[in-house]
C-alpha cells in the first residue's frame, strides 16, 4: 500500500507491522545505552502515527502486568490501532 495520508503524516506503506512494533518495543526497553534508546525511540516515532505511544509504554498503568513487566503485544496493537482525526 503506497497510499498518503493527508497533511504531512507518513505513508501507510512506512509504519510497523504488528510483529516489528514489538520487536522494536522490546529493543527499547532492554537498551542498555542512552544512544540505543534514543535510537530506538526515534525508530519507533518515525514509523508509528501515535503521538503518545511513549506514554502508553513508560507513563501508564494500563499495560503493566501483575508482575510488573509490560503487556507487549497489547501496547502494540493500541499504538497500531490509533487514527488520528482530520478536521
Not at 60 to 77: H, K, Q, T
Amino acid at each position: 500500500i503506497s497510499a498518503c495520508l493527508v497533511g504531512s503524516e507518513m505513508c501507510i506503506r512506512d509504519r510497523y507491522s504488528h510483529a516489528e512494533l514489538e520487536t522494536a518495543i522490546s529493543a527499547l526497553l532492554v537498551a542498555d545505552t542512552e544512544v540505543e534508546q534514543d535510537a530506538v525511540f526515534n525508530d519507533i516515532s518515525n514509523n508509528t502515527i501515535c503521538p503518545e505511544w511513549s506514554d502508553l509504554i513508560f507513563h501508564s498503568n494500563e499495560f503493566v502486568r501483575p508482575d510488573g513487566s509490560i503487556d507487549i503485544p497489547a501496547a502494540a496493537e493500541k499504538i497500531l490501532a490509533y487514527k488520528p482525526i482530520i478536521l
